[in-house]
């Protein structure tokens, strides 16, 4: 790569030709190239080019990103699963996900006279394993969205893997239903996507939308720090409001200090509510504690703890701290 900013020239070769590196395309470009980025960026100082030109990069990147999601629906008409075999193929999923990249295997499948049993270290399962249906496995790969690696004796499949189209049609059933698994979840999620929380916590709802949204991109374990930080804003957020609410005259507490406010807001909404109201806010404040340490990992990775994050961590994050909001805006109403 050219030690130049996007804009400078070189010259190569002996007829001199004048060329430039372009930090939109990242790669050598004719001085006459004339693409709408290079006039766009031609005329700001060279510095400015670089970065902004990289900027434009990334954002076109996620427009189309988005817009192969939105069409990845046509891409599925015809697949014809019942809610077993998706719920198979959101397990098999997840349980890819919560292994590291570099250390990523196989599926295991063992047959025996008690039944079928599915093996792999990402399940969260005891030892695992779990029990399954095999009629639904055979579904799948029919539809293409897992690959048989092996075959036993007899001819069955014994080992497998997730293909690419698996991961994108688990994708587009996450952002197809808009609901997570659990009945717990339907619910909480429900109440922060209902229009009252949005119009209270505009930019908290914001911020959580997006780190959610994360969790079911193809590509997560890219995107585990950025949740982190993503829910950390969104605590933040949360309690700027609450905060400026009970703020008293003449007091300040950073907006970064987000157990000293919460310490503050409960202070001073206790004397409201009766005792048992009081107790349960005093335990939410150690389960705050707790969930911060969770998404301190997850922004900074796991230096500290020296693991390598996976995306049950992510869902995690994501979950507790829409479980956190939800407790505390309600316990305080």
């Not at 570099?102 to 695992?128: A, C, I, M, N, T």
């Not at 619910?187 to 916590?201: G, L, M, N, P, W």
């Not at 335990?283 to 049950?312: S, T």
Request: with cysteine; net charge negative; hydrophobic share 30%.
């Amino acid at each position: 790569m050219p030690d130049t900013n996007c804009g400078s020239c070189n010259f190569k070769g002996e007829i001199k030709q004048k060329r430039i590196y372009c930090y939109y395309w990242l790669e050598m470009k004719d001085i006459n190239f004339s693409c709408k980025k290079w006039q766009e960026f031609t005329e700001r100082n060279k510095d400015m080019r670089q970065r902004l030109a990289a900027e434009e990069k990334r954002r076109d990147e996620e427009i189309q990103t988005r817009g192969n999601i939105m069409a990845s629906g046509s891409l599925f008409d015809h697949v014809i699963l019942e809610k077993p075999q998706k719920e198979l193929l959101c397990t098999i999923v997840e349980a890819a996900r919560n292994v590291p990249l570099d250390k990523r295997h196989e599926f295991y499948v063992f047959r025996s006279s008690d039944g079928d049993q599915l093996s792999h270290s990402g399940l969260l399962e005891p030892e695992g394993e779990i029990e399954f249906y095999s009629p639904d496995l055979q579904t799948l790969i029919g539809e293409g969205l897992i690959q048989v690696t092996g075959f036993n004796q007899r001819g069955e499949a014994s080992r497998f893997d997730v293909l690419p189209r698996g991961f994108l049609y688990y994708k587009y059933l996450k952002e197809k239903s808009g609901e997570p698994i659990e009945q717990i979840e339907k619910h909480v999620r429900s109440y922060i996507d209902a229009h009252t929380f949005q119009k209270e916590f505009p930019k908290a709802y914001e911020k959580w939308v997006e780190a959610e949204s994360l969790l079911w991109e193809t590509e997560t374990s890219k995107q585990l720090t950025k949740i982190g930080h993503l829910c950390r804003e969104a605590i933040q957020e949360f309690l700027d409001t609450l905060y400026t609410q009970v703020n008293p005259p003449g007091e300040h507490i950073p907006k970064d200090k987000t157990k000293m406010r919460l310490s503050k807001i409960i202070e001073v909404k206790s004397k409201q509510l009766g005792e048992a109201e009081r107790k349960f806010l005093d335990g939410l404040y150690k389960y705050w504690e707790v969930v911060n340490e969770l998404i301190q990992k997850q922004e900074h990775d796991a230096q500290k703890e020296k693991i390598q994050l996976v995306w049950e961590d992510g869902r995690r994050v994501v979950f507790q701290t829409m479980m956190l909001m939800y407790e505390v805006s309600q316990s305080l109403k």
